[in-house]
Each structure stands twice: as structure tokens, then as C-alpha cells.
């Protein structure tokens, strides 16, 4: 049986405006009268029973898995930058969109087309003041050796973060499951070492003697996580979220996106399937590398089966922050269950060429002393 997709808007009991989920509070909190109300309850039973995986094969072969509107009111636009399409609730507008900051008020919305419904989502729990903070200081000069750019950021980017405002923005991303046998030839080395004379004397030689082998090996892959947008570049959404936070999943309810945006998934379920292969193998060979043993390995071949394959489409939160600085524009992204600051800054030239300036003068320096 598939999950249902909640498309209730929640009003204030008290005042009737529309209530946006407060991410300090965990809860829906109306921005009028601040009036604070639960979130649905879930239990460990709900929880399992809505997050029920899609049949991979099933939906790839009939396309049949249930698509529904992520709200009744929610509102579409799509950005006439980058091509992203992006939902959001009313009373709340597009404005600037949050991956590439083109201005968007001025597109007229339309209601959200149906989507494959989402199985989870993993709320919003760092709040906008959190956010900005780590955003100030993540722009802002310091000193900070495992951080070397910070020393050369431009003073400007500190008023510029100042300034700065936030969007909330759910990403999609699709989860795959399978479970993988795995048959491979190859060679095991072990190490050993002959002696060899030199004029100097002797010295030790390592050689690798190597034996043919082959086996088996089989591992079960668990919610490897694939982003579905193209908005952002893959590798720093994977630093970002490199696994999905399964404990801080929730089954996806209306009440959470209000107040946010949410991104439409540009990557379709057969694609994301194909680069979770990719990743799935990588570690395939890295257990068979460990299968083999011995001081050295050589993989001829790798024969893997999926089977037990399936998928689900999840939401996971990210405040983003598109800025302008010169005549490029910088991405900046902050997990919103984490904090952790990822993105671009720009550099001061003069403050580069001031540096090494200074490496070449101390260099010099320290040359004519050795040679004094």
C-alpha cells in the first residue's frame, strides 16, 4: 500500500493567519500572535509504515507511484536564471531565488503541478538567527590556519554579511536500497624482500609475488543518498549531507514546509538509480579488495546482481544564501540540522600578493643569514 501525502494548511486557531513551522521550536508557530502549536505525532509504527520504500523495478516498468501536490495552496515558479523550479506557500513570495539569486517577484506563480510524493523530510531545526550567525562568521577575516581563506577575505564581504538575508529551502533527494552479490577474479600480492649488492655494500628489495584468485562478495546497501537537483553541485551536497540523518527523519506533512521553499526534483528516479550504481560499486570494490587480502590486490573483474531494489523521494533542509560579490556570483549553503557553513568566498588580490611579498622578503632574509 503507498503512504499518503498530507496537503492540510494550518491556520491559527486563534487569529486564522497561516502558520509557519518554527525551526527553535520544532513546532508550527503563527507569526501574528505567536500562538505555538504541535506538529503531528509520530510513532515508531506510523513512521515505519509511512516510509515504506517504492519497488525500483515496479515504478521504473509502470510509473504508477502515487504523485500528489506537496500542499493544496502551494504556489510554483519557475526561475527564469538557472531553470530551477521552486514551491512555496503563501502568504510568503518566490523573491529571489535561492540558488542563483535572480529576481523573481515579478513571475506569476501558478499552483504546484503534482510531484512523486515525498516519503520523509528531515525539518528545519537551526533557525534563521543560528543561521545568519554562522554565516556572518563564516564571511567574516580571522585568523584561522585550518581555515586559510579567511585571512584573505575581502574587508567588504563583512558588511556584505551583515546585510545579508536567508532563504529556507527544501532539497530533494531520492534514497536507494538494494541488495548486491558480487563475483570477481583477480590477484592477491604478498610482499617479500631479496637482498642485492651495490658498491656500497647491500641493500634490501621488496617484490610482490602474485596468485590468481576469486570469490564472492554480497552487501546490502541502505538509503544511499542521491541529490535530485541540479541547482547545486553534487559534490558539496554530498559534503554537505553525505548520508541521510535516518533518526531525524519525519513522514512528510504540509506543516513543515510552511514558511519555506522546496525545490522540485530535476533528476529523475532512473538517472539518480544510475549514479547510486556508481556509488554502490565503488564500495562493492573496496570489500572485495578487503575479500582478496593479502599485502597488494589487482581486481580483473567485477560481476555484481541487485536485487531488493528500491527507492523513496525525501526532503532535507538547507538555508541558502546566494550573493554577488565583483562580478561573480558566490553559493553558500547551511545544513539545517547541523549548521555546518559550505560554499564559495571570493579573495582580496592585494591582500595575496601582500603575503607572498612577504614570504619572498623573510625568505631573503633568512638566506643572507645562512649565508653571513
Known amino acids: 500500500m503507498e503512504p499518503t501525502i498530507s496537503v492540510n494548511q494550518s491556520q491559527c486557531p486563534g487569529c486564522k493567519a497561516d502558520m509557519a513551522f518554527d525551526p527553535d521550536a520544532g513546532q508550527l508557530k503563527c507569526p501574528y500572535c505567536g500562538r505555538i502549536e504541535a506538529t503531528p505525532e509520530v510513532t ?29 495552496t502551494a504556489q510554483e515558479v519557475n526561475c527564469p536564471g538557472c531553470r530551477a523550479t521552486i ?16 529576481n523573481i517577484v515579478t513571475q506569476k506563480s501558478r499552483p504546484a503541478d503534482p510531484t512523486l510524493a515525498p516519503s520523509g523530510l528531515v525539518p ?46 527544501y532539497l530533494p533527494f531520492w534514497t536507494y536500497d538494494a541488495q548486491t552479490e558480487s563475483h570477481y577474479q583477480g590477484e592477491r600480492g604478498t610482499h617479500y624482500y631479496v637482498t642485492k649488492r651495490t658498491k656500497d655494500g647491500s641493500r634490501r628489495v621488496r617484490k610482490t609475488r602474485w596468485k590468481r584468485v ?6 546490502f546497501f541502505d538509503d544511499i543518498l542521491v541529490p535530485a537537483t541540479r541547482a547545486i553541485d553534487p559534490k558539496k551536497l554530498q559534503q554537505l549531507w553525505p548520508s541521510l540523518p535516518v533518526s531525524q527523519l519525519k513522514p512528510y506533512s504540509a506543516e513543515y514546509l510552511a514558511g519555506f ?6 533528476i529523475m528516479v532512473k538517472e539518480g538509480h544510475a ?33 531488493q531494489e528500491t ?24 545544513n539545517a540540522q547541523t549548521g555546518e557553513v559550505i560554499g564559495e568566498r571570493p579573495v582580496a588580490a592585494w591582500k595575496v600578493a601582500v603575503a607572498i611579498a612577504l614570504a619572498i622578503f623573510l625568505l631573503i632574509i633568512i638566506i643572507l643569514a645562512a649565508n653571513g
Open 311 to 334: 527507492f523513496k523521494h525525501v526532503l532535507l533542509p538547507v538555508w541558502m544564501a546566494t550573493y554577488r560579490y565583483g562580478s561573480k556570483t558566490y553559493q553558500v549553503m547551511i
Open 275 to 307: 549514479k547510486a550504481k556508481d556509488m554502490m560499486a565503488d564500495m562493492v570494490r573496496g570489500d572485495v579488495r578487503s575479500d582478496i587480502g593479502g599485502d597488494a590486490q589487482r581486481i580483473h573483474s567485477v560481476s555484481t546482481q541487485h536485487t
Open 44 to 72: 515508531a509504527t506510523k513512521l515505519r509504515a509511512t516510509l515504506q520504500e517504492h519497488d525500483l523495478m515496479a515504478f521504473i516498468n509502470t510509473n504508477r507511484t502515487q504523485i500528489a501536490q506537496l500542499a493544496t
Open 124 to 169: 528545519f531545526k537551526v533557525g534563521r538567527k543560528t543561521a545568519l550567525t554562522n554565516l556572518r562568521q563564516w564571511l567574516a577575516f580571522r585568523w584561522d590556519w585550518k581555515d586559510l581563506k579567511a585571512i584573505f577575505l575581502p574587508g567588504k564581504l563583512k558588511q556584505l554579511a551583515q546585510k545579508k538575508a536567508l532563504t529556507g529551502v
Open 261 to 266: 521553499q522546496a525545490q522540485r526534483y530535476e
Open 87 to 102: 514551491t512555496f506557500e503563501p502568504p510568503d513570495v518566490a523573491g529571489q531565488c535561492p540558488f542563483c539569486a535572480t
Open 214 to 219: 576469486s570469490g564472492n562478495v554480497s552487501r
